[in-house]
């Protein structure tokens, strides 16, 4: 089965584009989503991030969102710990899942692909991009954040020029319509791979 990793940047709009390729029966596996809902139920992985940044990671058994991205976002070294917690958990759940689906390929949708080495991992990487201006807009009105705590993630995450040479395919997402049509062109692409 052929493996698609789907990436951008915060705020490039990955989700609306693998929600798209969902449209087209692409089953789609959502690595922050599923590491989230891992890190709100695997008890192994509640205790290693309980040690890593404390009690007070988890709130009323949920985990304290806020309190975590206050603490690692702005500790490069910190962060890297937790990622080393929760990537392989999802590593393991996404094989798990792939192995359950009967598709000629199934997508993966990932924000840090490059950054933590696991582009190697994929058969195809398509990159979501949107200019800077579109993404912090999103980005702000999505989450309800200054327009500093958008650049301070952006800051933790490659550039998109130095993406595009590791991509297979570059979907500029600004324009649906357009966006759509890019979607269904590289969906064909990848099928014709599948034979």
Request: glycine letters at 4%.
């Amino acid at each position: 089965m052929i493996v698609v990793g789907l990436t951008g940047g915060i705020g490039s709009g990955k989700t609306t584009v693998a929600k798209m390729f969902e449209t087209l029966k692409v089953p789609v596996y959502y690595s922050d989503q599923r590491a989230k809902d891992l890190m709100n139920t695997s008890l192994a992985l509640k205790k290693g991030i309980q040690q890593l940044l404390g009690k007070e990671a988890y709130l009323d058994q949920k985990l304290n969102r806020t309190y975590i991205a206050d603490k690692v976002f702005n500790d490069k070294a910190l962060l890297q710990k937790l990622n080393a917690l929760v990537h392989p958990e999802v590593k393991k759940d996404f094989v798990r899942w792939a192995n359950d689906q009967i598709t000629p390929y199934v997508m993966q949708e990932a924000a840090i692909i490059f950054e933590n080495e696991t582009h190697k991992n994929y058969d195809h990487i398509i990159l979501v991009t949107a200019t800077k201006k579109v993404r912090i807009k999103r980005v702000m009105e999505r989450d309800g954040v200054t327009k500093k705590k958008v650049l301070a993630r952006m800051a933790q995450q490659w550039g998109d020029m130095k993406k595009r040479k590791l991509s297979d395919f570059v979907i500029r997402n600004e324009d649906l319509e357009a966006t759509y049509k890019k979607v269904y062109k590289i969906h064909n692409q990848i099928l014709n791979t599948c034979h």
